[in-house]
């Protein structure tokens, strides 16, 4: 049963991710991607990420991927502007590149006797991929202090930075 | 079960997808969409190798978290220099903006 629905969300992601790839309109190549962050809080979860899988779809579709809508509609670009972004010929050569990269690399992946002996492990830690875990990491307990609390700190600083930088660029006069 | 190889093949695809699109497409807005894909293949790695490798630690999701901060500052700060390039130019194509080779 895992095995299909694995298969059935892989391959939605894919389809969805190439289909994004495909599509002329930024709106409708931004929806297609938000369908493959679905697909992959999907696999999170089959994975017993449960956290993460509701912070993909919270965050990553429903904030980050917003954003990039909401800028899309302030541009307000013509259709002839679209048909600027078309395929040309010269655009082969990397298209070819990457598949036999990407093919390199799965077929190395394929052939690892070391990747392959690895099958999901049936006793799971019970707080494995919760709330509770992701909490003791980054806040610890009463009396400790936790193991990525100063990671998580940088980070305050990183996105309070990317704040002021993003108000910096977008400001018409400073 | 699935394997681990399937998860890690799944993200090398997804890894290839967006980098293809970073080197074919010519919007900005869509190359910064190509990136969030990337971003995405990388975070699937290490969740699947912590999943069937390191299943006592849960340090493959906090450097997910970690990816995911880092892109939504990235996101802005990226949207912010599109905002900016389109209010001087009227446009998002990159072959348009061509500025440093003349």
Redesign the interface.
Same mark, same amino acid.
Request: glycine share 6%.
């Given at each position: 049963m895992?095995?299909y629905i694995?298969y059935l969300f892989?391959t939605g992601?894919?389809a969805t991710?190439?289909a +994004?790839?495909l599509?002329k309109n930024?709106v409708h190549?931004?929806l297609s991607?938000v369908t493959?962050?679905f697909f992959?809080a999907g696999?999170?979860a089959g994975?017993?990420?449960q956290?993460?899988a509701v912070?993909?779809i919270l965050?990553?579709a429903g904030?980050?991927?917003v954003?990039?809508i909401f800028?899309?509609m302030?541009?307000d670009?013509q259709k002839s502007?679209?048909s &600027?972004?078309r395929?040309l010929w010269r655009?082969i050569i990397?298209?070819i590149l990457?598949?036999i990269?990407?093919s390199g690399?799965?077929a190395a992946?394929?052939r690892?006797e070391a990747? &392959?002996t690895?099958?999901?492990?049936a006793k799971?830690?019970t707080n494995?991929?919760s709330v509770n +875990?992701?909490s003791f990491?980054?806040f610890g307990t009463a009396n400790s202090v936790g193991r990525?609390s100063f990671?998580f700190e940088m980070?305050s600083v990183?996105?309070l930075?990317?704040?002021v930088? +993003?108000?910096?660029? +977008?400001k018409?006069k400073l | 079960m699935v394997p681990l190889s399937s998860y890690i093949m799944l993200s090398t695809i997804l890894f290839f997808i967006g980098l293809t699109g970073v080197l074919v497409r010519r919007n900005i807005i869509i190359m910064m969409v190509s990136i969030e894909i990337m971003l995405n293949a990388s975070n699937l790695a290490l969740v699947a190798f912590n999943r069937f490798r390191f299943y006592n630690s849960n340090d493959g999701m906090i450097f997910s978290f970690l990816v995911i901060a880092i892109a939504a500052a990235e996101v802005a700060v990226g949207l912010a220099i599109v905002i900016a390039i389109y209010r001087k130019k009227k446009t998002v194509m990159i072959q348009d903006l061509s500025v440093m080779k003349h």
């Open positions: 895992g095995v694995f892989g992601l894919i991710s190439v +994004a790839l599509m930024p190549s931004v991607i493959s962050f992959l696999i999170y994975l017993s990420m956290f993460l912070i993909q965050v990553y904030a980050i991927m954003l990039f800028i899309i302030l541009f670009l502007e679209y &600027k972004d395929f655009d990397p298209l990457m598949i990269t990407a690399f799965i992946i394929g690892s990747i &392959k690895y099958v999901v492990n799971l830690p494995f991929g +875990a992701v990491e980054f990525y990671l980070i990183l996105l930075s990317a704040i930088g +993003a108000v910096v660029l +977008a018409r | -």
